[in-house]
T-cell receptor, first 113, second 111 residues
């Protein structure tokens, strides 16, 4: 079946612009996670959605970052007023249940000029 | 705060060798441990998931073990092939499922 998909695959933006990154999880997966992978920090957790529960936003690095998950499926990660340090690969993962095996999408490579 | 360490950071072996990648974590209160591989410019591919109550999992030429009390996991790759060249990541999860990752081991298998 279809895996996790993310769009766009690459995004180049200018400092100060807003960007939206999209994640389509595996159908039927109730848990959805966003992570960020950068050269200096490795892979770090950003935010987690589980069903209709309030999301765990404990990994978001600043209030410029936000995310939503509509209808328990597609999720959008929004970064406002982008900074150069936001440049990274943003990865989305989903799992059938909380604490289940996580399956990752191909990522969105964000470059802030 | 949970910290995950992977040793070695890089490894180069000739084709056909058996090899072991190591992962250690500081807090033994984990729910599960997952091993991934990442090819350059790609996302993560799940290799094995070990629940905290399990000691090992096997998939083909891969075998992962977990010693939760000592905070260690190993990934054993048998009869390595050039196609195994990639970065291998270990990650542990707590109660919420969010993963804490190690820095990875970059493996090169030479023909």
């Amino acid at each position: 079946g279809a895996g996790v998909s993310q769009s766009p695959s690459n995004k180049v933006t200018e400092k100060g612009k807003d960007v939206e990154l999209r994640c389509d999880p595996i159908s039927g997966h109730t848990a959805l996670y966003w992570y960020r992978q950068s050269l200096g920090q490795g892979l770090e957790f950003l935010i987690y959605f589980q069903g209709n529960s309030a999301p765990d936003k404990s990994g978001l690095p600043s209030d410029r970052f936000s995310a939503e998950r509509t209808g328990g499926s597609v999720s959008t990660l929004t970064i406002q007023r982008t900074q150069q340090e936001d440049s990274a690969v943003y990865l989305c993962a989903s799992s059938l249940v909380t604490r289940g095996e996580q399956f990752f999408g191909p990522g969105t490579r964000l470059t802030v000029l | 705060k949970q910290e995950v360490t992977q040793i070695p950071a890089a490894l180069s072996v000739p084709e056909g060798e058996n090899l072991v990648l190591n992962c250690s974590f500081t807090d033994s209160a984990i729910y599960n441990l997952q091993w991934f591989r990442q090819d350059p410019g790609k996302g993560l591919t799940s290799l094995l998931l070990i629940q905290s109550s399990q000691r090992e999992q096997t998939s083909g030429r891969l075998n992962a073990s977990l010693d939760k009390s000592s905070g260690r996991s190993t990934l054993y790759i048998a009869a390595s092939q050039p196609g195994d060249s990639a970065t291998y990541l270990c990650a542990v999860s707590g109660n919420t499922g969010k993963l804490i990752f190690g820095q990875g081991t970059t493996l090169q298998v030479k023909p």
